[in-house]
């Protein structure tokens, strides 16, 4: 079964601090994968998209990595600020056409 | 470019009553879709568009109704709402369907509760 799993579910850190947030999934066959951030109250922005020959793609102070035999991404945050706090939401598309998967996502906490 | 528009941002509907979800977009995208999106879920599925005149059915359709007769416009309808249909609805587009790495655009959202 095609499924996508995101860890922690939610995460508190400090200003200033670094965090990873961890995605798992089982779709195949793999196409794409996204991280896309999710303010409250709006809808998803994407952050970065990865294909299988990529293995790192950064925006800013956001990097994601890409492990296509391990089938696991991560999503690294660097310095910390207030309006990262937010849902980070891990996609991944296969199966052929426009098939996605969308994860339940990490809900960031920031805090002064 | 306004980008992805959707109307109404929140509403309020008693079992059974009919509504339509409104959304649009001026980037002249090909690939139009509804998702809804419940507590501790990721996004799911409910229909998609690859064109003008032409709809499917994603992972949750019942219940709902689409259709496209412009590229800008995707309506979603809700024939007989239910308390299960209580969510956030986004709609989404894309330049194309075929390549699924092009960026996906989503709309701000309409938070719909059924009472």
């Known amino acids: 079964k095609n499924q996508v799993e995101q860890s922690p579910q939610s995460l508190i850190i400090l200003e200033g601090k670094n965090c990873t947030l961890q995605?798992?999934?089982?779709?195949?066959?793999?196409?794409?994968l996204r991280w896309y951030k999710q303010d409250t109250g709006r809808g998803p922005v994407s952050l970065t998209i990865?294909?299988?020959?990529?293995n790192t793609k950064s925006n800013g102070r956001y990097t994601a990595t890409l492990d296509a035999d391990t089938k696991q991404s991560s999503l690294h945050i660097t310095a910390s600020q207030l309006s990262d706090s937010a849902s980070y939401i891990c996609v991944v598309s296969g199966g052929g056409g426009f098939k996605t998967i969308f994860g339940a996502g990490t809900r960031l906490f920031v805090k002064a | 470019n306004a980008g992805v528009t959707q109307t109404p941002k929140f509403q309020v509907l008693k079992t059974g009553q009919s509504m339509t979800l409104q959304c649009a977009q001026d980037?002249?995208?090909?690939?139009m879709s509804w998702y809804r999106q419940d507590p501790g879920m990721g996004l799911r599925l409910i229909h998609y568009?690859?064109?003008?005149?032409?709809?499917d059915q994603g992972e949750v359709p019942n219940g709902y109704n689409v259709s496209r007769s412009t590229t800008e416009d995707f309506p979603l309808r809700l024939l007989s709402a239910a308390p299960s249909q209580t969510s956030v609805y986004f709609c989404?587009?894309?330049?194309?369907?075929?390549?699924?790495?092009?960026?996906?655009?989503f709309g701000p959202g309409t938070r719909l509760t059924v009472t």
């Open positions: 980037m002249n995208h090909e690939y």
């Open positions: 995605c798992n999934y089982t779709v195949s066959p793999f196409s794409n």
């Open positions: 989404a587009s894309s330049y194309s369907w075929v390549e699924s790495s092009y960026e996906q655009y």
């Open positions: 568009s690859v064109g003008a005149g032409i709809t």
């Open positions: 990865m294909t299988f020959s990529e």
